[in-house]
Protein backbone atom coordinates (compact mmCIF):
# COMPACT_ATOMS: atom_id res chain seq x y z
CA UNK A 1 0.00 0.00 0.00
CA UNK A 2 1.79 3.40 -0.76
CA UNK A 3 0.53 6.40 1.14
CA UNK A 4 0.69 10.00 0.25
CA UNK A 5 1.73 11.91 3.17
CA UNK A 6 0.80 15.37 2.79
CA UNK A 7 2.63 17.82 5.21
CA UNK A 8 0.44 21.29 6.45
CA UNK A 9 2.24 23.47 8.81
CA UNK A 10 -0.75 25.09 9.89
CA UNK A 11 0.38 27.86 12.36
CA UNK A 12 3.94 26.34 12.98
CA UNK A 13 7.22 27.35 13.02
CA UNK A 14 9.18 26.73 9.78
CA UNK A 15 12.18 28.32 8.55
CA UNK A 16 10.70 30.07 6.08
CA UNK A 17 8.83 32.40 8.55
CA UNK A 18 11.71 33.57 10.81
CA UNK A 19 10.01 35.18 13.61
CA UNK A 20 8.01 32.17 14.22
CA UNK A 21 11.22 29.75 13.51
CA UNK A 22 12.99 31.79 16.43
CA UNK A 23 10.77 30.78 18.67
CA UNK A 24 12.15 27.51 18.82
CA UNK A 25 15.27 27.21 20.75
CA UNK A 26 18.15 25.93 19.07
CA UNK A 27 18.35 22.72 20.21
CA UNK A 28 14.08 22.24 19.29
CA UNK A 29 15.33 23.41 15.81
CA UNK A 30 18.13 21.20 14.90
CA UNK A 31 15.69 18.41 16.30
CA UNK A 32 13.02 19.35 13.55
CA UNK A 33 15.48 18.86 11.05
CA UNK A 34 17.17 15.86 12.40
CA UNK A 35 13.41 14.26 12.42
CA UNK A 36 12.86 15.14 8.66
CA UNK A 37 16.14 13.49 8.19
CA UNK A 38 15.00 10.20 9.33
CA UNK A 39 12.27 9.79 8.19
CA UNK A 40 13.78 10.47 4.51
CA UNK A 41 15.90 7.46 5.61
CA UNK A 42 13.07 5.11 7.04
CA UNK A 43 12.78 2.13 4.87
CA UNK A 44 9.89 2.45 2.68
CA UNK A 45 9.89 6.20 2.50
CA UNK A 46 10.05 8.25 -0.83
CA UNK A 47 11.46 11.57 0.00
CA UNK A 48 8.96 14.22 -1.55
CA UNK A 49 9.59 17.67 -1.29
CA UNK A 50 8.58 20.73 1.35
CA UNK A 51 7.42 23.54 -0.74
CA UNK A 52 7.50 27.50 -0.14
CA UNK A 53 5.27 29.46 1.58
CA UNK A 54 1.31 29.46 0.36
CA UNK A 55 1.82 33.19 -0.36
CA UNK A 56 4.10 32.24 -3.37
CA UNK A 57 1.23 30.29 -4.67
CA UNK A 58 -0.40 30.95 -8.26
CA UNK A 59 -3.89 29.04 -8.82
CA UNK A 60 -4.60 27.83 -12.54
CA UNK A 61 -8.22 27.02 -14.16
CA UNK A 62 -9.50 26.78 -17.29
CA UNK A 63 -13.19 28.04 -18.30
CA UNK A 64 -14.38 28.06 -21.92
CA UNK A 65 -10.76 27.15 -22.99
CA UNK A 66 -9.55 30.69 -21.40
CA UNK A 67 -6.68 30.11 -18.54
CA UNK A 68 -7.57 32.05 -15.38
CA UNK A 69 -4.70 32.89 -12.92
CA UNK A 70 -5.13 33.64 -9.68
CA UNK A 71 -2.90 34.56 -6.44
CA UNK A 72 -2.90 32.09 -3.87
CA UNK A 73 -3.19 28.61 -2.83
CA UNK A 74 -6.76 26.72 -3.57
CA UNK A 75 -6.73 25.90 -0.23
CA UNK A 76 -6.76 28.72 2.37
CA UNK A 77 -3.59 29.86 3.63
CA UNK A 78 -3.99 27.93 6.56
CA UNK A 79 -4.86 24.93 5.20
CA UNK A 80 -2.57 24.56 2.13
CA UNK A 81 0.00 22.03 1.58
CA UNK A 82 3.46 22.79 2.85
CA UNK A 83 4.98 19.67 1.43
CA UNK A 84 4.92 16.09 1.05
CA UNK A 85 6.45 12.54 0.66
CA UNK A 86 5.65 8.79 -0.07
CA UNK A 87 5.52 6.06 1.95
CA UNK A 88 4.58 2.54 1.32
CA UNK A 89 3.73 -0.14 4.20
CA UNK A 90 1.53 -2.88 4.85
CA UNK A 91 -1.18 -0.84 6.52
CA UNK A 92 -2.94 2.31 7.73
CA UNK A 93 -1.44 1.83 11.27
CA UNK A 94 1.77 1.94 9.88
CA UNK A 95 1.55 5.11 8.25
CA UNK A 96 -0.24 6.87 10.96
CA UNK A 97 2.92 5.82 13.28
CA UNK A 98 5.55 7.84 10.78
CA UNK A 99 2.29 10.86 10.52
CA UNK A 100 3.21 11.17 14.37
CA UNK A 101 6.75 11.27 13.94
CA UNK A 102 6.32 14.37 11.55
CA UNK A 103 7.71 17.86 13.21
CA UNK A 104 4.61 19.66 11.81
CA UNK A 105 2.01 17.61 13.29
CA UNK A 106 2.88 18.27 17.32
CA UNK A 107 4.05 21.92 15.94
CA UNK A 108 0.32 23.08 15.30
CA UNK A 109 0.47 21.48 11.88
CA UNK A 110 -1.16 18.13 10.58
CA UNK A 111 -0.21 15.16 8.31
CA UNK A 112 -2.77 14.10 6.22
CA UNK A 113 -2.49 10.32 4.88
CA UNK A 114 -3.84 10.09 1.40
CA UNK A 115 -3.68 6.11 -0.45
CA UNK A 116 -2.41 6.22 -3.60
CA UNK A 117 -4.25 5.52 -6.22
CA UNK A 118 -3.25 1.95 -7.56
CA UNK A 119 -4.56 0.19 -11.01
CA UNK B 1 -33.49 -12.57 22.57
CA UNK B 2 -34.36 -16.41 21.70
CA UNK B 3 -31.92 -18.82 21.61
CA UNK B 4 -32.11 -18.60 18.00
CA UNK B 5 -31.57 -15.01 17.42
CA UNK B 6 -28.68 -15.43 19.91
CA UNK B 7 -27.20 -18.07 18.23
CA UNK B 8 -27.70 -16.59 14.85
CA UNK B 9 -25.63 -12.93 15.82
CA UNK B 10 -22.84 -15.10 17.84
CA UNK B 11 -22.99 -17.04 14.08
CA UNK B 12 -22.80 -13.82 12.00
CA UNK B 13 -20.19 -11.98 13.88
CA UNK B 14 -18.17 -15.51 13.67
CA UNK B 15 -18.07 -15.61 9.94
CA UNK B 16 -17.98 -12.26 8.63
CA UNK B 17 -14.62 -12.37 10.81
CA UNK B 18 -13.17 -15.72 9.27
CA UNK B 19 -14.35 -14.11 5.69
CA UNK B 20 -12.09 -10.93 6.24
CA UNK B 21 -9.37 -12.50 7.75
CA UNK B 22 -9.04 -14.64 4.88
CA UNK B 23 -9.64 -11.71 1.91
CA UNK B 24 -9.52 -8.40 3.54
CA UNK B 25 -12.36 -6.94 1.80
CA UNK B 26 -15.26 -6.64 4.53
CA UNK B 27 -17.89 -5.32 1.20
CA UNK B 28 -16.87 -8.72 0.26
CA UNK B 29 -17.43 -10.13 3.48
CA UNK B 30 -20.63 -9.10 4.18
CA UNK B 31 -22.40 -10.46 0.70
CA UNK B 32 -21.14 -13.83 1.06
CA UNK B 33 -22.05 -13.91 4.77
CA UNK B 34 -25.47 -13.19 3.89
CA UNK B 35 -25.88 -15.66 0.95
CA UNK B 36 -24.31 -18.15 3.64
CA UNK B 37 -26.95 -17.52 5.82
CA UNK B 38 -29.86 -17.87 2.92
CA UNK B 39 -28.18 -20.74 1.89
CA UNK B 40 -28.47 -22.04 5.25
CA UNK B 41 -32.39 -21.73 5.11
CA UNK B 42 -32.26 -23.71 1.84
CA UNK B 43 -30.13 -26.68 2.33
CA UNK B 44 -29.53 -27.43 5.64
CA UNK B 45 -31.42 -30.24 6.48
CA UNK B 46 -32.99 -28.94 10.42
CA UNK B 47 -33.82 -31.85 11.37
CA UNK B 48 -29.73 -32.21 11.73
CA UNK B 49 -30.07 -29.78 14.80
CA UNK B 50 -29.07 -26.20 14.11
CA UNK B 51 -26.55 -25.28 11.29
CA UNK B 52 -22.76 -25.41 12.31
CA UNK B 53 -20.45 -22.12 12.43
CA UNK B 54 -18.25 -24.58 10.65
CA UNK B 55 -20.73 -24.82 7.22
CA UNK B 56 -21.73 -21.59 7.28
CA UNK B 57 -17.97 -20.44 7.07
CA UNK B 58 -17.47 -22.89 4.22
CA UNK B 59 -20.00 -21.67 2.13
CA UNK B 60 -19.15 -18.13 3.14
CA UNK B 61 -15.64 -18.97 1.89
CA UNK B 62 -16.80 -20.83 -1.08
CA UNK B 63 -18.75 -17.82 -2.54
CA UNK B 64 -16.58 -15.33 -2.03
CA UNK B 65 -14.31 -17.69 -4.04
CA UNK B 66 -16.51 -17.81 -6.34
CA UNK B 67 -17.10 -14.07 -6.86
CA UNK B 68 -13.59 -12.95 -7.05
CA UNK B 69 -12.99 -16.14 -9.62
CA UNK B 70 -16.43 -14.69 -11.94
CA UNK B 71 -18.17 -11.89 -11.23
CA UNK B 72 -16.79 -8.72 -12.98
CA UNK B 73 -17.46 -6.48 -9.87
CA UNK B 74 -14.74 -7.92 -8.29
CA UNK B 75 -12.52 -9.86 -10.68
CA UNK B 76 -10.05 -6.67 -9.83
CA UNK B 77 -9.79 -8.06 -6.58
CA UNK B 78 -8.70 -11.62 -7.91
CA UNK B 79 -5.68 -11.00 -6.14
CA UNK B 80 -7.11 -11.75 -2.55
CA UNK B 81 -7.36 -15.24 -4.11
CA UNK B 82 -4.16 -17.52 -3.28
CA UNK B 83 -3.21 -20.61 -4.59
CA UNK B 84 -4.44 -22.98 -1.91
CA UNK B 85 -7.98 -21.78 -1.83
CA UNK B 86 -9.83 -25.78 -2.14
CA UNK B 87 -13.20 -25.34 -2.14
CA UNK B 88 -14.16 -28.20 0.13
CA UNK B 89 -17.93 -29.79 0.78
CA UNK B 90 -19.48 -27.81 3.61
CA UNK B 91 -20.78 -31.22 5.03
CA UNK B 92 -16.84 -31.84 5.70
CA UNK B 93 -16.53 -29.00 8.02
CA UNK B 94 -19.02 -29.91 11.20
CA UNK B 95 -17.22 -28.68 14.29
CA UNK B 96 -17.60 -25.25 15.40
CA UNK B 97 -14.75 -25.93 17.71
CA UNK B 98 -12.48 -26.05 14.08
CA UNK B 99 -13.54 -22.54 13.08
CA UNK B 100 -11.09 -20.08 14.20
CA UNK B 101 -12.59 -17.05 16.31
CA UNK B 102 -11.46 -14.14 14.65
CA UNK B 103 -13.70 -11.69 15.98
CA UNK B 104 -10.86 -9.90 18.20
CA UNK B 105 -9.43 -8.63 14.80
CA UNK B 106 -12.27 -8.00 13.57
CA UNK B 107 -14.01 -5.57 16.40
CA UNK B 108 -10.17 -3.85 16.33
CA UNK B 109 -10.94 -2.67 12.27
CA UNK B 110 -15.04 -1.58 13.14
CA UNK B 111 -13.67 0.90 15.83
CA UNK B 112 -10.27 1.83 14.39
CA UNK B 113 -9.92 5.49 15.11
CA UNK B 114 -9.52 6.47 11.31
CA UNK B 115 -13.30 5.85 11.08
CA UNK B 116 -15.66 8.02 12.65
CA UNK B 117 -17.06 7.53 15.68
CA UNK B 118 -20.81 6.76 14.06
CA UNK B 119 -19.41 4.74 11.43
CA UNK B 120 -17.55 2.44 14.37
CA UNK B 121 -20.78 2.27 16.07
CA UNK B 122 -22.93 1.40 12.75
CA UNK B 123 -20.36 -1.11 11.34
CA UNK B 124 -19.68 -3.06 15.13
CA UNK B 125 -23.56 -3.48 14.85
CA UNK B 126 -23.40 -4.74 10.99
CA UNK B 127 -20.20 -6.51 11.76
CA UNK B 128 -20.16 -8.24 14.71
CA UNK B 129 -24.07 -8.24 15.92
CA UNK B 130 -25.85 -9.36 12.55
CA UNK B 131 -28.15 -6.24 12.77
CA UNK B 132 -29.60 -5.36 9.34
CA UNK B 133 -29.17 -1.67 8.13
CA UNK B 134 -32.63 -1.24 8.75
CA UNK B 135 -32.67 -2.39 11.86
CA UNK B 136 -29.37 0.08 13.18
CA UNK B 137 -30.79 2.97 10.98
CA UNK B 138 -33.90 2.44 13.31
CA UNK B 139 -32.27 2.83 16.18
CA UNK B 140 -30.53 5.76 15.21
CA UNK B 141 -33.41 7.91 13.92
CA UNK B 142 -31.76 8.21 10.62
CA UNK B 143 -33.44 7.01 7.45
CA UNK B 144 -32.08 3.41 6.18
CA UNK B 145 -30.16 5.30 3.00
CA UNK B 146 -28.42 7.33 5.20
CA UNK B 147 -27.22 4.13 7.03
CA UNK B 148 -26.36 2.15 4.38
CA UNK B 149 -24.07 4.89 2.69
CA UNK B 150 -22.72 5.50 6.19
CA UNK B 151 -21.57 2.06 6.66
CA UNK B 152 -20.40 1.67 2.52
CA UNK B 153 -18.22 4.62 3.04
CA UNK B 154 -16.58 2.71 6.26
CA UNK B 155 -16.33 -0.34 4.13
CA UNK B 156 -14.61 1.08 1.82
CA UNK B 157 -12.46 3.39 3.37
CA UNK B 158 -11.11 -0.18 5.37
CA UNK B 159 -9.78 -1.61 2.07
CA UNK B 160 -9.16 1.76 0.00
CA UNK B 161 -6.63 2.87 3.09
CA UNK B 162 -5.66 -0.61 4.48
CA UNK B 163 -7.05 -0.26 7.85
CA UNK B 164 -5.10 -3.78 9.07
CA UNK B 165 -7.12 -6.72 10.49
CA UNK B 166 -5.57 -7.53 13.70
CA UNK B 167 -5.04 -7.18 17.44
CA UNK B 168 -2.84 -3.74 18.02
CA UNK B 169 0.67 -4.35 18.92
CA UNK B 170 1.00 -3.92 22.55
CA UNK B 171 2.27 -0.44 22.40
CA UNK B 172 -1.65 0.48 20.72
CA UNK B 173 -3.29 -1.78 22.41
CA UNK B 174 -4.20 0.16 25.89
CA UNK B 175 -5.32 3.38 23.49
CA UNK B 176 -7.31 0.80 20.73
CA UNK B 177 -8.85 -1.14 23.31
CA UNK B 178 -10.04 2.55 25.01
CA UNK B 179 -11.59 2.87 21.15
CA UNK B 180 -13.27 -0.49 21.44
CA UNK B 181 -14.84 -0.28 24.92
CA UNK B 182 -16.25 3.60 23.88
CA UNK B 183 -18.18 2.40 20.86
CA UNK B 184 -19.68 -0.47 22.86
CA UNK B 185 -20.88 1.80 25.88
CA UNK B 186 -21.92 4.29 23.34
CA UNK B 187 -24.61 1.42 21.84
CA UNK B 188 -25.13 0.22 25.63
CA UNK B 189 -26.47 3.80 26.28
CA UNK B 190 -27.97 4.55 23.08
CA UNK B 191 -30.42 1.25 23.97
CA UNK B 192 -30.49 3.07 27.84
CA UNK B 193 -32.59 5.74 26.74
CA UNK B 194 -35.08 3.00 25.82
CA UNK B 195 -34.08 0.82 22.88
CA UNK B 196 -33.66 -1.97 24.88
CA UNK B 197 -32.94 -4.49 22.00
CA UNK B 198 -29.37 -2.00 21.90
CA UNK B 199 -28.43 -2.36 25.07
CA UNK B 200 -28.86 -6.05 25.15
CA UNK B 201 -26.49 -5.97 22.37
CA UNK B 202 -24.17 -3.91 24.09
CA UNK B 203 -23.44 -6.39 26.77
CA UNK B 204 -23.39 -9.62 24.42
CA UNK B 205 -20.66 -7.83 22.57
CA UNK B 206 -19.16 -6.67 25.97
CA UNK B 207 -19.02 -10.70 27.08
CA UNK B 208 -17.90 -11.60 24.15
CA UNK B 209 -14.85 -9.25 24.26
CA UNK B 210 -14.57 -10.24 28.28
CA UNK B 211 -13.61 -14.15 26.21
CA UNK B 212 -11.40 -12.88 23.82
CA UNK B 213 -9.48 -10.33 26.28
CA UNK B 214 -9.77 -12.13 29.28
CA UNK B 215 -6.47 -10.16 31.14
CA UNK B 216 -8.13 -6.97 30.48
CA UNK B 217 -9.16 -5.32 33.63
CA UNK B 218 -11.10 -2.80 31.39
CA UNK B 219 -13.35 -5.20 29.46
CA UNK B 220 -14.69 -6.69 32.73
CA UNK B 221 -15.17 -3.36 34.32
CA UNK B 222 -17.13 -1.99 31.55
CA UNK B 223 -19.41 -5.50 31.50
CA UNK B 224 -19.79 -5.18 35.04
CA UNK B 225 -21.04 -1.60 34.78
CA UNK B 226 -23.88 -2.27 31.63
CA UNK B 227 -24.74 -5.64 33.87
CA UNK B 228 -25.55 -3.43 36.74
CA UNK B 229 -27.48 -0.26 34.94
CA UNK B 230 -29.32 -3.15 33.38
CA UNK B 231 -30.47 -5.09 36.32
CA UNK B 232 -32.15 -1.77 37.51
CA UNK B 233 -34.07 -1.75 33.62
CA UNK B 234 -37.35 -2.92 34.91
CA UNK B 235 -37.75 -0.33 37.84
CA UNK B 236 -36.25 2.32 36.18
CA UNK B 237 -40.22 3.00 35.38
CA UNK B 238 -43.41 3.13 36.45
CA UNK B 239 -45.25 2.77 33.40
CA UNK B 240 -44.03 5.56 31.70
CA UNK B 241 -43.05 7.62 34.75
CA UNK B 242 -39.07 7.24 35.14
CA UNK B 243 -38.18 6.34 38.60
CA UNK B 244 -34.99 7.65 40.25
CA UNK B 245 -32.59 5.61 41.75
CA UNK B 246 -33.28 6.27 45.53
CA UNK B 247 -37.30 5.91 44.98
CA UNK B 248 -36.53 2.67 42.88
CA UNK B 249 -38.64 -0.51 43.86
CA UNK B 250 -35.76 -2.96 44.75
CA UNK B 251 -37.36 -6.16 44.47
CA UNK B 252 -37.69 -5.63 40.81
CA UNK B 253 -33.62 -5.41 40.05
CA UNK B 254 -32.30 -8.42 38.21
CA UNK B 255 -30.48 -10.23 41.10
CA UNK B 256 -28.86 -12.54 37.92
CA UNK B 257 -27.46 -9.62 36.22
CA UNK B 258 -26.14 -7.92 39.32
CA UNK B 259 -24.40 -11.55 40.42
CA UNK B 260 -22.74 -11.57 37.12
CA UNK B 261 -21.85 -8.03 37.26
CA UNK B 262 -20.08 -8.51 40.84
CA UNK B 263 -17.96 -11.61 39.25
CA UNK B 264 -16.91 -9.49 36.25
CA UNK B 265 -16.50 -6.65 38.90
CA UNK B 266 -13.83 -9.23 40.79
CA UNK B 267 -12.55 -10.61 37.92
CA UNK B 268 -11.35 -6.96 37.58
CA UNK B 269 -10.07 -5.84 40.48
CA UNK B 270 -8.03 -9.31 41.06
CA UNK B 271 -6.56 -8.02 37.27
CA UNK B 272 -5.72 -4.85 39.53
CA UNK B 273 -8.10 -3.22 37.42
CA UNK B 274 -8.36 0.90 38.37
CA UNK B 275 -9.28 2.77 35.50
CA UNK B 276 -12.22 4.44 34.44
CA UNK B 277 -14.69 1.10 33.83
CA UNK B 278 -13.57 -0.32 37.02
CA UNK B 279 -14.43 3.04 39.17
CA UNK B 280 -18.32 3.10 37.67
CA UNK B 281 -18.71 -0.52 37.97
CA UNK B 282 -17.51 -0.06 41.58
CA UNK B 283 -19.86 2.87 41.73
CA UNK B 284 -22.91 0.89 40.45
CA UNK B 285 -21.79 -1.85 42.33
CA UNK B 286 -22.00 -0.19 45.94
CA UNK B 287 -25.60 1.17 44.41
CA UNK B 288 -26.97 -2.48 43.63
CA UNK B 289 -25.11 -4.80 46.88
CA UNK B 290 -24.05 -2.51 49.73
CA UNK B 291 -27.41 -0.36 49.23
CA UNK B 292 -25.81 3.69 48.01
CA UNK B 293 -23.01 3.45 50.50
CA UNK B 294 -22.56 7.14 49.39
CA UNK B 295 -18.62 8.12 51.84
CA UNK B 296 -17.47 5.46 49.69
CA UNK B 297 -19.25 6.43 46.37
CA UNK B 298 -18.02 9.84 46.93
CA UNK B 299 -14.62 9.00 47.12
CA UNK B 300 -14.90 6.69 44.20
CA UNK B 301 -16.39 9.55 41.95
CA UNK B 302 -12.88 11.65 43.33
CA UNK B 303 -11.06 8.66 41.76
CA UNK B 304 -12.84 9.23 38.88
CA UNK B 305 -13.09 12.34 38.20
CA UNK B 306 -9.01 12.53 38.79
CA UNK B 307 -8.72 10.13 35.99
CA UNK B 308 -11.16 11.88 33.66
CA UNK B 309 -11.77 15.70 34.31
CA UNK B 310 -15.09 15.10 33.42
CA UNK B 311 -17.64 18.24 34.85
CA UNK B 312 -19.99 15.59 34.40
CA UNK B 313 -18.20 13.12 36.68
CA UNK B 314 -17.62 16.11 38.95
CA UNK B 315 -21.31 16.88 38.88
CA UNK B 316 -22.03 12.99 40.40
CA UNK B 317 -19.51 13.50 42.81
CA UNK B 318 -21.31 16.52 44.04
CA UNK B 319 -24.41 14.64 44.75
CA UNK B 320 -22.76 12.13 46.25
CA UNK B 321 -21.33 14.24 48.77
CA UNK B 322 -24.36 15.68 49.25
CA UNK B 323 -25.98 12.67 50.27
CA UNK B 324 -23.04 11.96 52.38
CA UNK B 325 -22.15 15.33 54.29
CA UNK B 326 -25.91 17.09 53.15
CA UNK B 327 -27.15 19.41 50.34
CA UNK B 328 -24.99 22.66 51.32
CA UNK B 329 -21.63 20.51 50.85
CA UNK B 330 -23.02 19.17 47.73
CA UNK B 331 -24.08 22.77 46.11
CA UNK B 332 -20.58 23.63 46.76
CA UNK B 333 -19.42 21.48 44.87
CA UNK B 334 -21.36 22.32 41.91
CA UNK B 335 -20.93 25.76 41.93
CA UNK B 336 -18.72 26.98 38.89
CA UNK B 337 -19.13 23.46 36.99
CA UNK B 338 -18.97 24.38 33.40
CA UNK B 339 -22.16 22.56 33.15
CA UNK B 340 -25.00 25.91 32.64
CA UNK B 341 -26.54 24.26 29.19
CA UNK B 342 -26.65 20.73 31.08
CA UNK B 343 -30.10 19.70 32.68
CA UNK B 344 -29.30 17.51 35.39
CA UNK B 345 -27.19 19.81 36.45
CA UNK B 346 -30.21 22.14 37.03
CA UNK B 347 -32.43 19.40 38.43
CA UNK B 348 -29.59 18.05 41.09
CA UNK B 349 -29.33 21.58 42.52
CA UNK B 350 -33.03 21.69 42.37
CA UNK B 351 -33.47 19.13 44.62
CA UNK B 352 -30.74 20.32 46.66
CA UNK B 353 -32.05 23.76 46.93
CA UNK B 354 -35.15 21.99 48.02
CA UNK B 355 -33.88 19.72 50.63
CA UNK B 356 -32.87 23.40 52.48
CA UNK B 357 -35.99 25.22 52.21
CA UNK B 358 -34.75 27.81 49.64
CA UNK B 359 -38.10 26.98 47.68
CA UNK B 360 -38.03 30.06 45.07
CA UNK B 361 -34.36 28.94 43.88
CA UNK B 362 -35.34 25.47 43.67
CA UNK B 363 -38.41 26.08 41.20
CA UNK B 364 -35.89 28.36 39.15
CA UNK B 365 -33.67 25.17 39.06
CA UNK B 366 -36.10 23.21 37.92
CA UNK B 367 -37.62 25.27 35.72
CA UNK B 368 -34.15 26.04 33.98
CA UNK B 369 -33.93 22.05 33.51
CA UNK B 370 -37.38 21.76 31.76
CA UNK B 371 -36.07 24.20 29.22
CA UNK B 372 -33.49 21.80 28.25
CA UNK B 373 -34.73 18.27 27.97
CA UNK B 374 -37.20 17.68 24.92
CA UNK B 375 -37.82 13.51 26.66
CA UNK B 376 -41.16 13.70 27.78
CA UNK B 377 -40.60 11.21 30.44
CA UNK B 378 -37.93 13.87 32.41
CA UNK B 379 -40.12 16.28 31.40
CA UNK B 380 -43.02 14.91 33.69
CA UNK B 381 -40.82 14.08 36.48
CA UNK B 382 -39.25 17.87 36.76
CA UNK B 383 -42.74 18.85 36.79
CA UNK B 384 -44.07 16.95 39.20
CA UNK B 385 -41.05 18.12 41.33
CA UNK B 386 -41.87 21.60 40.67
CA UNK B 387 -45.84 20.96 41.48
CA UNK B 388 -44.48 19.50 44.79
CA UNK B 389 -42.33 22.58 45.58
CA UNK B 390 -45.90 24.41 46.19
CA UNK B 391 -47.85 22.29 48.33
CA UNK B 392 -47.76 22.67 51.53
Redesign the interface.
Known amino acids: MKYMMLINQGSGPTPQSPDEWARLDAADQQQVVADYQAINATPGVTPGHGLQLPETATTVRVHDGRTSTTDGPFAGTEEALGGYFVFEADHLDAAIELAARVPAARLGGAVEIRPIMEW | MTDDELRYREQWGRVFAVVVGRFGDVELAEEVTQEAFEAAIEHWDPTRGPVPTGWLVVTARNRAIDRLRRDRTWAARAHLLVRDDVVEDPVDAMEDSDVVDERLELIFTCC ?1 P ?1 LAVDAQVALTLRALGGLSTREIARCFLVPESTMAQRLVRAKRKIR ?5 FRV ?1 PPD ?1 LAERIGAVLAVVYLIFNEGYSGRDDLSQEAIRLGRALADLLPDEPEVHGLLAVMLFHDSRRAARFDGTELVLLADQDRSLWDVGRIAEGRRELDRARRLHGNGSYVLQASIAASHAVDGSDWHRIAQLYTDLALRTGSPVVELNRAVAVAEDEGPEAGLALMEGLPLEEYRYLHAARGELLRRLGRTDEAADAYARALTLTDDPAERRLLQRRLDELHRP
Open positions: HAAAAIPPL
